[in-house]
């Protein structure tokens, strides 16, 4: 029961912000137009301000302009197909396939598709007993957009490094920690542990969705926000350029994992120095963590990496079996794609780990 507790004190910590957002900007919204414009019911404005913001991090400037595009595709296909039909109840479901299929057409996105059909009912149904609603309805969804924006950039904004920081989490703690297991699972030729930690890896889909739209997040946090355009070449554009990385590093610890399985059930021989290596990888991915949190170059995580590959040239000199190769050399891919989630480019990060490996003069022609 606590830790349902808690996982729920956690998520309401997580959205705590953007809740506070969405309050200022349905607030400010509704305030302006009822009071600068003079509308005598300002819905609309606050409904556009809470949906722009509902809308993934880092998509909320394009949930704007599709909130626009809907609205106005609603608002024309609903005018003309009422001056030329009338009103009634298959006019209605004209109007409605109409503007949606439109906004499918110049858009493509559910938001501008809802939006669209939502105002080409509302010309259908309201129009012939609300004069002039056409506009207020375009002006809504405007001055909603543009607070919601003007709330998440300048008001309240939030601190990129931090978004970034609570989406990255998840995804590193799980890569540690399916591979400290895989270290431990070599170690005692467990099969049962690195059959546990397969299975734990693959299941990462939602880990690293979140990491992908909290990149996108901070981007546009970083570029809409004046208080943190500093940020975007700094702690934030580094991490922000590390999900691809990190992708790629998950997807190779799963192959490493995979293999590990069968070293263990094909009772391959496993140098002492193997899970070493896993293990020190495992730290790797703690260090860059704690590095990206603190907003660090991460220097100790480069040289952890490099730890593995050293600890993954003993293990082969020592002696392995073919699939105690591939996770060798699974451990030198994943080092590769941490070093590059850390800034450096592809090439400078081969390079060291063929270096720290055992010298290029020993790998001819190898990439990695």
């Not at 957009?145 to 609570?166: K, Y």
């Not at 790797?284 to 600890?311: I, M, S």
């Not at 592809?346 to 290029?360: C, D, H, K, M, T």
């Amino acid at each position: 029961m606590w830790g349902t507790l808690r996982e729920r004190a956690r998520r309401v910590r997580g959205v705590g912000g953007l809740a506070l957002q969405a309050g200022l900007a349905a607030a400010l919204s509704w305030l302006v137009v009822r009071h600068v414009l003079h509308v005598s019911q300002p819905v609309f404005a606050p409904i556009s301000a809470v949906s722009t913001l509902a809308a993934s991090v880092g998509q909320r400037l394009r949930r704007t302009v599709e909130l626009i595009i809907g609205v106005t595709v609603g608002v024309l296909v609903g005018d003309l197909l009422l001056t030329v039909t009338g009103t009634g109840w298959w006019q209605l479901a004209l109007i409605v396939v109409l503007a949606i299929l439109v906004a499918l057409f110049l858009a493509g996105s559910a938001a501008a598709v809802i939006q669209a059909g939502a105002t080409a009912v509302l010309i259908a149904t309201l129009s012939p007993s609300v004069r002039d609603l056409e506009i207020p309805r375009f002006v809504d969804a405007l001055v909603g957009g543009a607070v919601a924006l003007l709330v998440t950039a300048v008001l309240l904004p939030l601190s990129p490094l931090r978004v970034l920081n609570r989406a990255a989490r998840p995804a590193l703690d799980l890569l540690s920690t399916q591979l400290d297991a895989t270290a431990g699972a070599l170690a005692d030729r467990d099969i049962a542990r690195a059959l546990a930690a397969r299975t734990q890896l693959r299941e990462n889909k939602d880990e690293l969705r979140a990491l992908i739209e909290a990149t996108q997040g901070a981007r546009e946090a970083s570029t809409l926000s004046p208080v943190h355009w500093h940020e975007r070449h700094g702690p934030v554009g580094r991490y922000a350029q590390a999900a691809g990385p990190i992708d790629r590093a998950m997807r190779n610890a799963g192959t490493l994992i995979r293999r590990a399985v069968t070293v263990i059930d094909d009772g391959e021989p496993i140098p002492r120095q193997l899970p070493e290596a896993v293990a020190d990888l495992a730290e790797a991915v703690r260090v860059l963590k704690r590095q990206f949190a603190a907003g660090h170059e991460p220097t100790q995580a480069r040289e952890q990496a490099l730890r593995a590959v050293c600890a993954a040239g003993d293990a082969y000199r020592e002696g392995v079996g073919f699939s105690g190769a591939v996770v060798v050399a699974q451990v030198r891919t994943t080092v590769s794609d941490l070093l590059v989630a850390t800034g450096l480019t592809q090439e400078v990060a081969n390079r060291l780990v063929r270096r720290v490996f055992g010298g290029p003069e020993r790998r001819t022609g190898d990439r990695r």
